[in-house]
């Protein structure tokens, strides 16, 4: 069998390895950056047209309502806790005028 190896004087041998690895490198390879390659124009369109005017009130929309939604979670009370609190209330305050003791003189 003949090695189709090259030689170089004054180096050592290629290997099968080293030559694979060789052929490898100066086969041609694809530019994956390559902007002016044809299929990568015809997946490109045309960008979106904005009104900046309404894209500010939406971002100012979207950063109220992530504020509200916060302020919500650290402060605020669902309808249903309102709801209880003011029924518990009510009860305590019927419970209470329940026990008083009623004089003649009222102030």
Not at 80 to 97: I, P, S, V, Y
Request: aromatic fraction near 4%; charged fraction near 40%.
């Amino acid at each position: 069998m003949r090695k189709t190896f090259t030689w170089v004087p004054g180096r050592r041998e290629l290997t099968r390895a080293s030559a694979a690895t060789v052929s490898a490198y100066l086969a041609p390879k694809q530019l994956a950056r390559d902007l002016h390659h044809p299929e990568r124009l015809i997946a490109c369109g045309m960008g979106e047209i904005v009104n900046f005017r309404r894209a500010r009130k939406k971002a100012e929309r979207q950063l109220a309502e992530r504020t509200a939604s916060a302020n919500r979670l650290r402060h605020g009370r669902s309808k249903a806790e309102r709801e209880l609190e003011t029924k518990r209330a009510a009860k305590a305050r019927r419970d209470l005028d329940r026990h008083r003791i009623e004089t003649g003189d009222e102030r």
